[in-house]
C-alpha cells in the first residue's frame, strides 16, 4: 500500500503538469524549502474558489544539524505516503535534484477541530558524492575511478563550503538596515491601516487605525487577542506555540461576534487574512493582514469602502478582478439559462407545430396544406374517376324537434368519431359534414385504382357503427342512408379564411341524389358504382328502376356485404379476444360520457350543426 501511494503522488504531480498547473507550481519558490513553506498559502488563496476544499497542512523546521524536517498534518488518515512522491517528483523535475524522505514519527495531534494525523518526515538531499559513487565507469582502472572519487569529493566539500548544492541559487545579497526605524508611530499605524502586535500571553500591544475603527475593544492595549479573534485557519490553538509552529502559514482570523456592538451584530463577521512575524528582539508577534473579502457585495455587506484599504495592499485589486470574474460567471450562467429556455421553448414550439400540422391535416389534404403553408396558390385538379359517399340520418328532422341541442350534438359526436376511425382504416377522404349529412371520396386526392373497393367496405363499416349510437328519442339505434356514386370531378381549395378542399361536378350531385332517394339501414349505389364493385367479392342486389330528381329514370342496387372480409376486418377491430374487450370498455366509456353530455365537441361542429337545425333538408344538402 505504502508503495501504491507513493507511486500516486509522482503519478499525481505528472497529471499536474498535464493539467497546466506547473507554471503556478513553479512561482511557488526558487528552492524546494521554500515551495513547500508556500503550498499553505497557495492552499488558501484557493480556498477562495473552492471554499469547502479541506487540504493538508505543511511546515518546514530547521535543525540545527542542518537536517530538514517536513510536518505534514490532515485530517484523512493513512494518506500520508503520498507525500514523499510528490515531493521527491517536485524537487527532481523542478529543482534538479535527488531527495529522499524518511517517516520519523506518525501521531494524533488533537486540534479544535479535532484529531488530526501529524506526520515529520526527514527530508534528505543526496550528495554529488554519493550520485557519483552510485554510478561507477566500469571501463576505468583502479587508479582511474580512485581519483575521480576524490575529485568529487574536493567538488563536494567545494559546494558545501559555498551553498552551491544543486538546485540553489547562490545568495550573495546582504540587506543593510537603518541605525533607527526612520518612521513614527502614527505615520506606521496610517501606513499600515490592518495590523496587529501582540505579546506571548496574546495582550494586543498596537493596532492599525482602520481594524481599530472596525473592531472597537482594540483600542484598549491591555485586551487580548483571542478575546476578540479566532483562528479559522490553520485549525490551530490559539497561544503563541501554536502560532510559531504553522509561522510560515497564512492565518486567517475571525471577530467573534458577541464581542461587537449591538448594531454590528446584524452584519458578517470580519475575516483577516495576514501573515505572522516573529520580532525576537521585542518578544511580540507582527500580524500584517488585510480583510477577507472577495467581491463588492462582501464589501458592502461590512459597510467598508475601497479606501479604508491601503493602495498598497493588492485587496483592492483581488476584489475588483474577482468582481469581474463573478460578473463573466453570472452572464455565462445567464446564457446557460437563456439556452435552456430556449431549448425547452423549442421542444414546446415542436410539440405545438405537431398538433397544429395534426389539426391542418385533418382539415384539409397533407400536400395541398404543405402548398397553402408555404404561400403557394392550389391549382385545381381534374379527376377522371372517383368513388364519392354521402350519408344521412333517418328521420333526423324529426330527431331535432323532440331533443335539446346538446343531446344532437352529443349524438352526431359519437357517431361521427366513430365514421372518421373508419377513415383512416379504409383510406378515404372525409370532405365535409353539413348537419347530419357526412361525405366522403375514394381516389381523391391521391387517386387509386381501388376507391370504388375502399368506400364500399367504408359503408358497410358505417352501417356497422350506427348501430352503437343510440337515438335520443327512442334510445334505439340510430338509421342512416348512404349512397355511392362514380364518376369525374374537379377539385381544388376555395376561400381564403377557413379555406376547404371541395368537390364539384355533376357526380357529386348524383351521390347526393343516391343518398336522398335511398332507404333506411341500405346502401344505394348507383349504375356506375355497381359497373366498378361488380366482380370485386361484393354482395350486391338490384333495387330496380326508380325515378331519381333531375336525373330521371335509373336502374339502382344496394350493397349488401362484403363475402371475402370479416365483420372485425371491415371494423379495423383487433383480432384478439383481449383486445376486443379493451375496445368494447373504451367505446362504452365513451358512449356513457356522451350520454353524460361530457363529450368534447369540436366548436365549429357545433355552431354549424345550430346554423343548420332551422332549416334542413335534403335539397340544401344536394345542392351544396
Given at each position: 500500500?505504502?508503495?501504491?501511494?507513493?507511486?500516486?503522488?509522482?503519478y499525481f504531480?505528472?497529471?499536474?503538469?498535464m493539467?497546466?498547473?506547473?507554471?503556478?507550481l513553479?512561482?511557488?519558490?526558487g528552492?524546494?524549502?521554500?515551495?513547500?513553506?508556500?503550498?499553505d498559502?497557495?492552499?488558501?488563496?484557493?480556498?477562495?474558489?473552492y471554499?469547502?476544499?479541506?487540504?493538508?497542512?505543511?511546515?518546514?523546521e530547521?535543525?540545527?544539524?542542518?537536517?530538514?524536517?517536513?510536518?505534514?498534518?490532515?485530517?484523512?488518515?493513512?494518506?500520508?505516503h503520498?507525500v514523499?512522491?510528490?515531493?521527491?517528483?517536485?524537487?527532481?523535475?523542478?529543482?534538479?535534484?535527488?531527495?529522499?524522505?524518511?517517516?520519523?514519527s506518525m501521531?494524533?495531534?488533537?486540534?479544535?477541530?479535532?484529531?488530526?494525523?501529524h506526520?515529520v518526515?526527514?527530508?534528505?538531499?543526496?550528495s554529488?558524492?554519493?550520485?557519483g559513487?552510485a554510478?561507477?565507469?566500469?571501463?576505468k582502472?583502479?587508479?582511474?575511478?580512485?581519483?575521480?572519487q576524490?575529485?568529487?569529493?574536493?567538488l563536494?566539500?567545494?559546494?558545501d563550503?559555498?551553498?552551491?548544492?544543486?538546485?540553489?541559487?547562490?545568495?550573495t545579497?546582504?540587506?543593510?538596515?537603518?541605525?533607527?526605524?526612520?518612521i513614527?508611530?502614527k505615520?506606521?499605524?496610517?501606513?499600515?491601516?490592518?495590523?496587529?502586535?501582540f505579546?506571548?500571553?496574546?495582550?494586543?500591544k498596537?493596532?492599525?487605525?482602520n481594524?481599530?475603527?472596525?473592531?472597537?475593544g482594540?483600542?484598549?492595549?491591555?485586551?487580548r487577542?483571542?478575546?476578540?479573534?479566532?483562528?479559522?485557519h490553520?485549525?490551530?490553538?490559539?497561544?503563541?506555540f501554536?502560532?510559531?509552529?504553522?509561522?510560515?502559514?497564512?492565518?486567517?482570523?475571525?471577530?467573534?461576534?458577541?464581542?461587537?456592538?449591538?448594531?454590528?451584530?446584524?452584519q458578517?463577521?470580519?475575516?483577516?487574512?495576514?501573515?505572522?512575524?516573529?520580532?525576537?528582539?521585542?518578544?511580540?508577534?507582527?500580524?500584517?493582514c488585510?480583510p477577507?473579502?472577495?467581491?463588492?457585495?462582501?464589501l458592502?455587506?461590512?459597510?467598508?469602502h475601497l479606501?479604508?484599504?491601503?493602495?498598497?495592499?493588492?485587496?483592492?485589486?483581488?476584489?475588483?478582478l474577482?468582481?469581474?470574474?463573478?460578473?463573466?460567471i453570472?452572464l455565462?450562467?445567464?446564457?446557460?439559462?437563456?439556452?435552456e429556455?430556449l431549448?425547452?421553448?423549442?421542444?414546446?414550439?415542436?410539440?405545438e407545430k405537431?398538433k397544429?400540422?395534426?389539426?391542418?391535416?385533418?382539415m384539409?389534404p397533407?400536400?395541398?396544406?404543405?402548398?397553402?403553408?408555404?404561400?403557394?396558390?392550389?391549382?385545381a385538379g381534374?379527376?377522371?374517376?372517383?368513388?364519392?359517399?354521402?350519408s344521412?340520418?333517418v328521420?333526423f328532422?324529426?330527431?331535432c324537434?323532440a331533443?335539446?341541442p346538446i343531446?344532437?350534438?352529443?349524438?352526431?359526436?359519437?357517431?361521427?368519431?366513430?365514421?372518421?376511425r373508419?377513415?383512416s382504416?379504409h383510406?378515404?377522404?372525409?370532405?365535409?359534414?353539413?348537419?347530419?349529412?357526412?361525405?366522403?371520396?375514394?381516389?381523391?386526392?391521391v387517386p387509386?385504382g381501388?376507391?370504388?373497393?375502399r368506400?364500399?367496405?367504408f359503408?358497410?363499416g358505417?352501417?356497422i357503427?350506427?348501430?352503437?349510437v343510440?337515438?335520443?328519442v327512442?334510445g334505439?339505434?340510430?338509421?342512416?342512408?348512404?349512397g355511392?356514386?362514380?364518376?369525374p370531378?374537379?377539385?381544388?381549395?376555395?376561400?381564403?379564411k377557413?379555406?376547404?378542399?371541395?368537390?364539384?361536378?355533376?357526380?357529386?350531385?348524383?351521390?347526393?341524389r343516391?343518398?336522398?332517394?335511398?332507404?333506411?339501414?341500405k346502401?344505394?349505389?348507383s349504375?356506375?358504382?355497381?359497373?366498378?364493385?361488380?366482380?370485386e367479392g361484393?354482395e350486391?342486389?338490384?333495387?330496380?328502376?326508380?325515378?331519381?330528381?333531375?336525373k330521371?329514370?335509373?336502374?339502382?342496387y344496394?350493397?349488401?356485404?362484403?363475402?371475402h372480409?370479416?365483420?372485425?376486418?371491415i371494423?379495423?377491430?383487433?383480432?384478439?379476444?383481449l383486445?376486443?374487450?379493451g375496445?368494447?370498455?373504451?367505446?362504452a366509456?365513451?358512449?356513457e360520457?356522451?350520454?353524460?353530455?361530457r363529450?368534447?365537441?369540436?366548436?365549429?361542429?357545433?355552431?354549424?350543426?345550430?346554423?343548420?337545425?332551422?332549416?334542413?333538408?335534403g335539397?340544401?344538402?344536394?345542392a351544396?
Amino acid at each position: 500500500m505504502e508503495a501504491i501511494l507513493r507511486l500516486f503522488g509522482e503519478y499525481f504531480f505528472k497529471f499536474c503538469k498535464m493539467s497546466g498547473y506547473d507554471r503556478m507550481l513553479r512561482t511557488l519558490g526558487g528552492n524546494l524549502t521554500e515551495f513547500i513553506e508556500n503550498l499553505d498559502a497557495l492552499h488558501s488563496y484557493l480556498t477562495l474558489s473552492y471554499q469547502e476544499m479541506n487540504a493538508p497542512s505543511f511546515r518546514v523546521e530547521r535543525e540545527a544539524d542542518g537536517r530538514m524536517l517536513l510536518h505534514y498534518y490532515s485530517d484523512r488518515r493513512g494518506l500520508c505516503h503520498i507525500v514523499p512522491g510528490i515531493i521527491e517528483a517536485v524537487a527532481k523535475d523542478f529543482f534538479d535534484i535527488d531527495v529522499t524522505m524518511d517517516i520519523l514519527s506518525m501521531n494524533k495531534e488533537e486540534e479544535r477541530t479535532g484529531k488530526k494525523e501529524h506526520v515529520v518526515f526527514l527530508v534528505v538531499q543526496k550528495s554529488h558524492s554519493q550520485m557519483g559513487r552510485a554510478k561507477p565507469n566500469r571501463l576505468k582502472g583502479n587508479q582511474d575511478i580512485q581519483r575521480d572519487q576524490e575529485v568529487l569529493g574536493l567538488l563536494s566539500l567545494l559546494c558545501d563550503s559555498l551553498f552551491l548544492h544543486p538546485g540553489h541559487l547562490v545568495n550573495t545579497f546582504v540587506p543593510v538596515y537603518p541605525e533607527r526605524l526612520w518612521i513614527e508611530q502614527k505615520t506606521f499605524c496610517n501606513a499600515f491601516p490592518f495590523h496587529i502586535v501582540f505579546d506571548e500571553s496574546l495582550r494586543v500591544k498596537q493596532a492599525g487605525v482602520n481594524i481599530q475603527k472596525y473592531v472597537p475593544g482594540l483600542q484598549n492595549q491591555k485586551i487580548r487577542l483571542d478575546e476578540y479573534f479566532s483562528i479559522i485557519h490553520p485549525q490551530v490553538t490559539f497561544d503563541i506555540f501554536s502560532i510559531c509552529k504553522f509561522i510560515n502559514s497564512q492565518f486567517v482570523l475571525k471577530v467573534r461576534r458577541e464581542r461587537m456592538p449591538e448594531a454590528w451584530k446584524s452584519q458578517p463577521a470580519l475575516k483577516l487574512r495576514g501573515q505572522m512575524i516573529w520580532m525576537e528582539s521585542a518578544r511580540c508577534m507582527l500580524y500584517l493582514c488585510s480583510p477577507k473579502l472577495r467581491s463588492l457585495r462582501e464589501l458592502e455587506a461590512h459597510r467598508m469602502h475601497l479606501s479604508d484599504i491601503a493602495p498598497h495592499d493588492t485587496t483592492r485589486d483581488l476584489i475588483l478582478l474577482n468582481q469581474q470574474r463573478l460578473a463573466e460567471i453570472e452572464l455565462s450562467n445567464q446564457l446557460e439559462r437563456k439556452k435552456e429556455e430556449l431549448r425547452v421553448l423549442s421542444q414546446h414550439l415542436a410539440i405545438e407545430k405537431k398538433k397544429t400540422e395534426t389539426l391542418l391535416y385533418a382539415m384539409l389534404p397533407e400536400h395541398v396544406a404543405n402548398q397553402l403553408k408555404e404561400g403557394k396558390k392550389v391549382a385545381a385538379g381534374e379527376f377522371k374517376t372517383c368513388t364519392i359517399l354521402f350519408s344521412d340520418v333517418v328521420t333526423f328532422t324529426n330527431i331535432c324537434a323532440a331533443c335539446q341541442p346538446i343531446q344532437i350534438v352529443t349524438m352526431l359526436n359519437s357517431m361521427y368519431s366513430k365514421f372518421d376511425r373508419l377513415t383512416s382504416v379504409h383510406e378515404v377522404y372525409k370532405v365535409e359534414t353539413i348537419g347530419d349529412a357526412y361525405m366522403v371520396v375514394g381516389g381523391v386526392p391521391v387517386p387509386i385504382g381501388s376507391h370504388a373497393q375502399r368506400v364500399a367496405n367504408f359503408a358497410l363499416g358505417m352501417r356497422i357503427s350506427a348501430k352503437e349510437v343510440m337515438n335520443p328519442v327512442t334510445g334505439e339505434p340510430i338509421q342512416i342512408r348512404v349512397g355511392i356514386h362514380t364518376g369525374p370531378v374537379l377539385a381544388g381549395v376555395v376561400g381564403d379564411k377557413m379555406p376547404r378542399y371541395c368537390l364539384f361536378g355533376d357526380t357529386v350531385n348524383t351521390a347526393s341524389r343516391m343518398e336522398s332517394h335511398g332507404l333506411p339501414n341500405k346502401v344505394h349505389l348507383s349504375p356506375t358504382a355497381y359497373r366498378a364493385l361488380e366482380n370485386e367479392g361484393f354482395e350486391i342486389v338490384e333495387r330496380g328502376e326508380i325515378e331519381v330528381k333531375g336525373k330521371g329514370k335509373m336502374t339502382t342496387y344496394f350493397l349488401i356485404r362484403n363475402l371475402h372480409a370479416s365483420e372485425d376486418e371491415i371494423m379495423g377491430r383487433p383480432h384478439s379476444r383481449l383486445d376486443r374487450k379493451g375496445e368494447q370498455k373504451r367505446e362504452a366509456a365513451s358512449q356513457e360520457d356522451c350520454q353524460k353530455g361530457r363529450s368534447k365537441v369540436p366548436p365549429p361542429l357545433f355552431f354549424a350543426l345550430l346554423s343548420e337545425l332551422d332549416n334542413v333538408n335534403g335539397e340544401r344538402r344536394c345542392a351544396t
